[in-house]
């Protein structure tokens, strides 16, 4: 019994230390925006750094798990790059540029909405609305999507405080009129991230089942976002200054995107799901929105508005619904498998005998 309590706070320690890395993410991501390191460096040092430290453990631990490389395998590795590295992480530095870590961990939780209405276009789910589990998934997608929409198109009144200067006049309308603009290309470039990090999900499970050695899958990943970087790069980093690490600060930016938010996380996040399923992990992503919040007025004064708040409620909404309806579906479907297979044993072992006794003489 106390090694079941122990096991249990492990597990709770564990992914709580989790979000507090996915959080810590979003706070040195900004601080990596605000000090003026550029979109594309920052993600070639993170995947470089990623690569160096995950390919030693992919090949020493999965030495004789890996299935022989081919071609289609290689293209596939390339693809899972394109979306989950390159679109991803891009897409996520452009928005968080124009919109705040809070709306970007907010809008992430949406992931599993998206990820299901992906799953339903390609006919990798089923969805049956009769059902209570059915019903909650369409109900919680419907949630994500409003309050997704209610993030990208409504700012609102901030909650915190109001600061106005009316001696400005016209000028402060118009950098309103600016920053509402330029906050709603942020939560667009967030949905993109949200979608292609969708994508990568859907993409990723075909591809495991052909090449089930995850820390190599991984590694191949890093290595061609890296170089779909690289390639960005040559066209859009001309400077060589940005190339850089000038201070101290963006050492430590740097190391923490590439040893936390890749190395580590990665680890935590497997062990956890082993531990406690997928479903179990999942629960705890609103967690993360908490801890940036908290972490983003503090560190950085960012501020919070009424219209963010309400879409991340609504997501959150949605978010348990949909998991809900996922662990409920599990449950029906076990279920009704474990009443059939007795039954298709016992009509298989009916005619086996049938067939033993036509062999009589």
Known sequence: MASVVTEKVKLLVALLTLQLCFAGYHIVSRLALNIGVSQVVYPVYRNLIALLLLSPFA?????????PLTL??????????????????????????????????????????ITFVLALALRLEEVNITRRDGLAKVLGTIASV??????????????????????????????????TQNWTWGCIYLLGHCLSWAGWIVFQAPVVKNYPAKLTLT???????????????????????????????????????????????????????????????????????????VMAALILGDQLYSGGLIGAVLIVLGLYLVLWGKTNEKKVTESSSSLTNPLLKAE?????TDAASKDIP
């Open 146 to 179: 409003g309050g997704a929409t209610v993030i990208t198109l409504y700012k609102g009144p901030p909650l915190l405080h109001l600061q106005m200067d009316l001696t400005q006049g016209d000028t402060l309308e118009v950098d309103q009129s600016t920053k």
């Open 59 to 67: 090949y020493v631990l999965e030495k004789n798990q890996r299935p």
């Open 219 to 293: 590694s191949f990943t890093c290595f061609f976002g890296l170089i779909q970087f690289l390639i960005i790069a040559a066209f859009a980093e001309d400077d060589l200054e940005n190339w850089k690490i000038q201070s101290l600060e963006e050492l430590f930016i740097i190391l923490y995107a590439g040893i936390i938010a890749s190395g580590v996380v990665i680890s935590l996040q497997t062990w956890c799901i082993q531990k406690g399923g997928p479903v179990f992990v999942a629960v705890f992503q609103p967690v993360q929105t908490i801890l940036v919040a």
């Open 72 to 113: 289609s395998l290689l293209v596939q590795f390339f693809l899972l790059a394109l979306l989950g590295i390159t679109a991803n992480q891009g897409f996520y530095l452009l928005g968080l540029y124009y919109a705040s870590p809070t709306f970007a961990s907010a809008l992430q939780n949406s992931v599993p909405a």
């Open 348 to 352: 298989e072992e009916n005619k086996e």
